[in-house]
């Protein structure tokens, strides 16, 4: 019997359980990692217009990816796209934002990948977000920062980068500043499209959606409808 599993609350033991599939073959090195897959998934769900699984999973998994077989496909596809589906559900409910970062060099949080995924998620919308002027610019800051962009368009341009402790802080401050600057964005468009009048339906991927797998079918009888592996 066909079910939709998208609206399961995703666990914790199911989230290490799909970043344990993607260290493995044939994933690592293609797919992308947690911390940016969440980073993509923030702005995808935040952006303007509706970018659907079929523009944002080749970005997720790499492109002309090939699983091993279906049963892995389904098991996979299911806690990506209820990853994806929980992250949706947290910022509009807009009261906080559980990051899924990993420790770096320093063992502070590396927030460089989350946010390298988030501009990969920018970039996949049809809406040239550069365009929005100061006060998208101001939210996107730290984005900017933590995941290097700034850095080098600075050195491109020949602008003064901060240098030794200066940098630091201000990595602290954008760190600081992440979580409040994603769910900003996140309404920055929202009272955009509300204004607007446009007519914007969920960001979420609900069960009688398209599968992503691209078989044609419904999610719900299609991937949302295998029978979990254990």
């Known amino acids: 019997m066909a079910f939709d599993d998208t609206d399961r609350t995703l666990t914790d033991a199911e989230l290490r359980q799909l970043e344990a599939w993607l260290a493995r073959p044939p994933f690592v090195g293609v797919t992308m990692p947690i911390d940016a ?18 523009a944002w999973l080749p970005a997720v998994l790499g492109e002309d990816f090939q699983f091993d077989n ?22 509009v409910a807009g009261e906080g934002l559980t990051l899924e970062t990993y420790a770096g060099e320093d063992d502070e ?19 040239d977000w550069g365009e929005e002027g100061d006060e998208l610019s101001e939210l996107m800051f730290p984005i ?33 500043d992440l979580v409040d600057s994603v769910i900003g964005i996140h309404r920055y468009w929202l009272a955009r499209r509300e204004g607007s009048g446009a007519q914007r339906v969920s960001a ?7 599968c992503p797998c691209g078989s044609g079918k419904p999610y719900q009888a299609c991937c949302g409808a295998a029978p979990r592996l254990h």
Not at 70 to 91: H, K
Not at 148 to 174: F, H, N, S
């Open 37 to 54: 897959m969440q980073g993509l998934f923030c702005a995808v769900a935040s952006a303007p217009d509706i970018i659907p699984p079929s």
């Open 70 to 91: 279906a049963a892995q496909m389904r098991e996979v596809m299911d806690l990506i796209l209820r990853f994806y589906n929980a992250t949706v559900d947290e910022l």
């Open 109 to 127: 949080d590396d927030y460089a990948l989350w946010c390298l995924g988030y501009l990969e998620g920018v970039g996949l919308s049809a809406h």
């Open 144 to 176: 900017s920062v933590l995941s290097g962009v700034a850095r080098d368009m600075a050195q491109e341009d020949g602008v003064p980068w901060p240098q030794g402790e200066q940098e630091k802080a201000l990595l602290a401050i954008c760190r600081d």
């Open 204 to 210: 979420r991927v609900e069960g009688r959606d398209p």
